[in-house]
């Protein structure tokens, strides 16, 4: 069974930084791709950041240039990077490894941006 844990998440301002991490409990490099989704209250989960198997990467246009995505597969961890944090970034994130025809999900970490 995969298992993914985040963590990383808490109370930060606007403008301020928060890095989220997530470790997989095998290879990440056996995965298409490893993902962070985000849902707000109220609001349809969405995706904020990707990266491949190759390191490519995309991101939601409302986090481009502020938020970074990456992995270290000797530790079988993606990270995201986020910057210059906005109140609607406000939601609960989520990380997720893809293989064909099936997705893994974490738990979640709760990230608040408040003044």
């Known amino acids: 069974q995969v298992r993914l844990e985040e963590s990383g998440g808490g109370l930060v301002r606007p403008g301020g930084s928060l890095r989220l991490s997530c470790t997989v409990s095998?290879?990440?490099?056996?995965?298409?791709?490893m993902a962070w989704y985000r849902q707000a209250p109220g609001k349809d989960r969405e995706l904020v950041a990707e990266i491949n198997r190759g390191g490519s990467t995309r991101f939601a246009d409302s986090v481009k240039g502020r938020f970074t995505i990456s992995r270290d597969n000797a530790k079988n961890a993606v990270y995201l990077q986020m910057n210059n944090m906005k109140l609607e970034d406000t939601a609960v994130y989520y990380c997720?490894?893809?293989?064909?025809?099936?997705?893994?999900w974490g738990q979640g970490t709760q990230v608040t941006v408040s003044s």
């Open positions: 997720k490894a893809n293989i064909p025809f099936k997705d893994y």
């Open positions: 095998e290879n990440i490099f056996d995965f298409n791709t």
